[in-house]
């Protein structure tokens, strides 16, 4: 957007808790309106906007206001569960929702697309993957596909034992080996819950099962999605890691814009190398698609137990290892309760949510 400023206006900005970089941001494109979702924090973002002339507000109900408005495009982007409610507000005024939040579509999937379909809203993945797949699938022929790869990049730890994976520590599992990335999905790419959550997105958005829709760890991280064809033909999109090429897709759309993201050079890369994942190591994979499989509220389940597992490794509560070994127990014990409605969905998680709180406590002591 910054690239390209004649063609936008901003209506509404929301962030998290960085005031500082809202402001800058803020002052950068004038919206309407900028929000903190954090409501202690109004009072910086005041002062940090003090002179310019721009409204701001801070705290759920603003939050969910900004993200309702009657505007032609949306970025969903608030990572975790707690994009969900202003996602949906989004959606129902239709319009193009580009979407960067998986877990809205994971943890009350059915919900969610049915509230696009009864609005007649368009979604547009910016998931890299996803996004990769949704161009290879231009001409819309659904029928016509065999499968789809979504790659990853295998995260830090790809290629460690079991035995190294145990002392793994906070701060190696941040340092991501190809993106730049805030620290919950840093985390999620290390243990593979990333990958797992965007093959349950990638059913709901696409409508295919499990068992069409295939992982491979690719290192190099320059393939970003394949669609394999009836016919035996497969198309690819290709890209530098560089998360400005799909976001400039959703942005134009239909179109395309020109970016500043690095050109790919396929003699510099030299090779691109593709590999099945370790379920062993990594069972992630496995725990979302037995999630999937079941339905219901299971990875609804899946999706909380893992955000609070990663919270307590953040905290240094928990071991590496202990992240999968919490969702496994949580998903255990609730299995598949039927979440018909968004008020039902929010149960099932607020209680998935303590009974991982009581399993990383527990291991903590």
């Known amino acids: 957007m910054a690239e390209n400023p004649e063609a936008y206006a901003v209506c509404a900005l929301i962030g998290g808790r960085n005031v500082t970089l809202l402001a800058e ?3 950068q494109f004038r919206p309407e309106v900028t929000v903190i979702s954090d409501e202690s924090l109004l009072g910086e973002l005041r002062d940090a906007l003090s002179g310019t002339g721009l409204a701001c507000a801070a705290g759920r109900e603003a939050v969910l206001e900004a993200a309702g408005r009657p505007v032609d495009w949306t970025m969903a982007a608030i990572t975790g569960v707690a994009g969900l409610e202003p996602t949906l507000a989004a959606v129902k005024h239709g319009g ?3 979407f960067a939040n998986k877990e809205a579509l994971v943890s009350a999937g059915d919900i969610f697309l049915r509230a696009v379909k009864a609005a007649d809203a368009t979604l547009l993945p910016v998931d890299s993957e996803h996004n990769a797949i949704f161009q290879a699938m231009a001409d819309g022929n659904t029928k016509a596909i065999d499968k789809i790869v979504l790659t990853a990049s295998g995260g830090p730890f790809r290629s460690h034992t079991l035995e190294e994976m145990r002392g793994i520590t906070r701060e190696a599992a941040l340092r991501h080996p190809v993106w730049s990335m805030g620290a919950k999905i840093s985390i999620d790419s290390a243990t593979m819950f990333n990958k797992g959550l965007e093959v349950i997105e990638a059913a709901r958005l696409f409508e295919l099962p499990s068992e069409q ?4 760890v690719h290192p190099q991280s320059i393939v970003h999605g394949m669609v394999y064809y009836a016919d035996g033909s497969v198309l690819a999109q290709l ?4 998360m400005r ?7 134009a759309w239909p179109s395309r814009i020109a970016t500043q993201s690095p050109r790919l ?3 510099a890369a030299a090779k691109l190398e593709f590999q099945a994942p370790d379920e062993v190591r990594f069972p992630a994979l496995r725990l979302a698609r ?3 499989t079941a339905g219901h509220g299971a990875p609804t389940v899946l999706n909380a137990a893992n955000e609070i597992a990663v919270a307590a490794f953040l905290e240094n509560r928990i071991g590496f290892l202990d992240i999968a070994r919490i969702v496994e127990t949580v998903m255990t014990k609730f299995g598949a309760p039927p979440t018909d409605d968004l008020a ?5 998680d607020e209680a998935a949510r303590a009974a991982a709180t009581a399993l990383a406590g527990a291991r903590a002591a």
């Not at 039902?344 to 099932?348: I, K, Q, S, Y």
């Open 265 to 267: 050079d396929l003699v």
């Open 96 to 98: 193009t929702i580009a």
């Open 344 to 348: 039902a969905v929010l149960l099932l």
């Open 290 to 292: 037995e999630a999937l």
């Open 25 to 27: 941001q803020a002052k």
């Open 245 to 251: 090429v799909p976001i400039a897709h959703a942005l």
């Open 213 to 216: 829709i295939e992982v491979l």
């Open 239 to 242: 890209g530098s890691p560089d």
